[in-house]
């Protein structure tokens, strides 16, 4: 459901910045070394987990605090979020491929695609690769997931999250959804209104309207970004049986077992520092992040500006610009 991945997963089926602010310098100088508890220096590896073991990787070896990173979804892998990688100049960046999805195991049991077995997957990933504190950035559906993990476990020694693109409330997503179709052309609308009544998602015309219209604007603005190699890589490895059980058959609207979530009213409880990150022209909408944000005490909001929801492909100096400058506010206070 990572509005993301869901529709960079939906399109690809078919087919550093090292800016320092004076408040970063300080936060280096007095954090000095990684905890103890950062994990091994290993690049990648793979970690046992709920119904079989997940591929991670790490980028970057800086001496400040692990950011760990989940991507969007369900069911597309983290290939699209490297971008996000050059913030290993500064800290230990880690991503893993969720279970079922790119170079991680892929059982056949259809009953391990629920949000709780995925909590339970990150509790066990962050307790193999950054134990101790730790930063975390869920895209995406992964701002779903990692939502329901802070709600529903607690986490200890967490500094701060980011919710990129966020989608913390499915019926809000839906409804902001409907409100960005009706800026498509009238073709792309019929074509839409079509799939949607028939079922029929394949066809020439809804792929126009959905790979094309839609996603050029509100999912990567970057010219013929679906082309990308990392773009057929998530492709490649996306899995439409997970995606189509927990979202549904378009990105548009979530008809899935995911299709009551919303854990908005649970923003207020909590205390630690949160960023809202979203692009201008996000599918998310920077208006729906804003409004999340003033429901948490400790949340401020920025919006990338000439980015739709892949900030980190549209716009990756100015998307780790912010995640920067708002870890340094973090790690100095």
């Known amino acids: 459901m990572s509005s993301s991945?869901?529709?960079?997963?939906?399109?690809?089926?078919?087919?550093?910045?090292?800016?320092?602010?004076?408040?970063?310098?300080?936060?280096?100088?007095?954090?000095?070394?990684?905890s103890p508890d950062t994990p091994s220096r290993a690049t990648e590896g793979r970690v046992a987990?709920?119904?079989?073991?997940?591929?991670?990787?790490?980028?970057?070896?800086?001496?400040?605090?692990?950011?760990?990173?989940?991507?969007g979804g369900p069911g597309f892998p983290s290939d699209y979020m490297e971008g996000f990688g050059a913030l290993g100049d500064e800290r230990p960046v880690f991503m893993w491929d969720q279970l079922g999805c790119g170079r991680s195991d892929r059982p056949a049991d259809v009953s391990l695609w629920t949000l709780e077995r995925f909590?339970?997957?990150?509790?066990?990933?962050?307790?193999?690769?950054?134990?101790?504190?730790?930063?975390?950035?869920?895209?995406?559906?992964?701002?779903?997931?990692?939502?329901?993990?802070?709600?529903?476990?607690?986490?200890?020694?967490?500094?701060?999250?980011?919710?990129?693109?966020?989608?913390?409330?499915?019926?809000?997503?839906?409804?902001?959804?409907?409100?960005?179709?009706?800026?498509?052309?009238?073709?792309?609308?019929?074509?839409?209104?079509?799939?949607?009544?028939?079922?029929?998602?394949?066809?020439?015309?809804?792929q126009a309207a959905y790979n094309g219209e839609f996603m050029g604007r509100y999912v990567s603005r970057t010219p013929n970004w679906a082309t990308?190699?990392?773009?057929?890589?998530?492709?490649?490895?996306?899995?439409?049986?997970?995606?189509?059980?927990?979202?549904?058959?378009?990105?548009l609207e979530c008809t899935g077992t995911l299709k009551e979530f919303d854990r908005t009213p649970e923003l207020a409880s909590l205390t630690l520092p949160v960023l809202f990150h979203a692009g201008e022209f996000d599918e998310t909408r920077p208006e729906t992040a804003r409004e999340h944000a003033a429901l948490a005490p400790n949340a401020e909001f920025v919006m990338i500006p000439n980015s739709g929801h892949l900030t980190m492909i549209d716009a990756p100096d100015a998307a780790n610009r912010a995640i920067r400058e708002f870890l340094a506010r973090v790690e100095i206070a």
Request: glycine share 10%.
């Open 228 to 251: 990308l190699d990392v773009i057929q890589r998530v492709g490649a490895g996306m899995n439409p049986a997970i995606y189509g059980l927990m979202w549904g058959p378009s990105d």
């Open 5 to 34: 991945s869901r529709s960079i997963g939906h399109a690809a089926k078919t087919l550093t910045l090292t800016r320092r602010t004076v408040v970063a310098s300080a936060a280096a100088t007095l954090l000095g070394a990684c």
């Open 49 to 71: 987990v709920p119904g079989g073991s997940v591929a991670w990787r790490r980028y970057g070896d800086g001496p400040r605090m692990p950011l760990l990173m989940i991507h």
């Open 119 to 206: 909590v339970a997957e990150l509790d066990a990933v962050r307790e193999a690769l950054a134990s101790g504190s730790v930063h975390v950035l869920g895209h995406s559906w992964g701002s779903t997931l990692l939502m329901e993990w802070l709600v529903t476990t607690r986490p200890a020694n967490v500094a701060s999250v980011i919710f990129a693109g966020p989608c913390l409330s499915v019926p809000r997503y839906n409804a902001d959804a409907r409100e960005l179709v009706a800026t498509l052309s009238p073709e792309s609308q019929a074509a839409i209104a079509e799939a949607e009544r028939s079922g029929d998602y394949q066809s020439a015309a809804f």
